[in-house]
């Protein structure tokens, strides 16, 4: 069974620094292409970063440039989003999730989230 | 950024009765389309991908369709925990991006 676990969210000050886990387990990790996405409280989705399966490529939502980073360790079956410079409207759930294999970056499955709490 | 809309914001059905939602891109992104469903509390669930293959595991009872700027999740026969939000997401271009939802509730 795939499963994604995260951690490493809680509450932060403004202008401070987080790095989330995503421990994986249940399939080839090195594999397949991992993304993070995150939900504001009572909000929509928001896509956040992508990274390919080697690590060698990643993406970045404009509102995170510059300031988060997406990488993994594959030796570890990890995945992680280094958080810089934060501020009051990254306070969301962070999710990790997987990039099926088949037919491009849509995700299957999601992990449980962890909230990012930041506060002004 | 291709910009997707959902509408409505929120649908009123009769459980039993057939739900249509409605996704749409602001420039074509061929089929390159998924829904997904999430329950209070959790994480979404994928529902469909390539704008109408189901995902693994999901009943008969969702069907997706559309390709261009036009996309439709249709929800046969509403059970009690098919009440709940539906997202579409586009992954034709970068950067992926989102509907805002449509949540589905009991009329």
């Known amino acids: 069974e795939v499963r994604l676990l995260e951690s490493g969210g809680g509450l932060v000050q403004s202008g401070g620094s987080l790095r989330l886990s995503c421990g994986a387990s249940g399939f080839t990790f090195s594999s397949y292409r991992m993304t993070w996405v995150r939900q504001a409280p009572g909000k929509g989705l928001e896509w956040v970063s992508s990274?390919?399966?080697?690590?060698?490529?990643?993406y970045y939502a404009d509102s995170v440039k510059g300031r988060f980073t997406i990488s993994r360790d594959n030796s570890k079956n990890t995945l992680y989003l280094q958080m810089n410079t934060l501020r009051a409207d990254d306070t969301a759930v962070y999710y990790c999730?997987?990039?099926?294999?088949?037919?491009?970056?849509?995700?299957?499955?999601w992990g449980q989230g962890t909230l990012v709490t930041v506060s002004s | 950024e291709i910009v997707m809309t959902q509408s409505p914001a929120t649908l009123s059905v009769s459980p039993g009765e057939r739900a249509t939602l409605s996704c749409r891109a602001s420039q074509s992104v061929s089929t390159n389309v998924a829904w997904y469903q999430q329950k209070p509390g959790q994480a979404p669930r994928p529902l469909i991908y390539g704008a109408s293959t189901r995902a693994t595991g999901v009943p008969a009872s969702f069907s997706g369709s559309g390709s261009g700027t036009e996309f439709t999740l249709t929800i046969s026969s509403l059970q009690s925990e098919d009440f709940v939000v539906y997202y579409c997401q586009q992954y034709d271009n970068w950067p992926l991006t989102f509907g805002g939802g449509t949540k589905v509730e009991i009329k």
């Open positions: 999730a997987k990039e099926p294999g088949v037919g491009g970056w849509w995700f299957d499955p």
């Open positions: 990274i390919s399966g080697g690590g060698g490529t990643s």
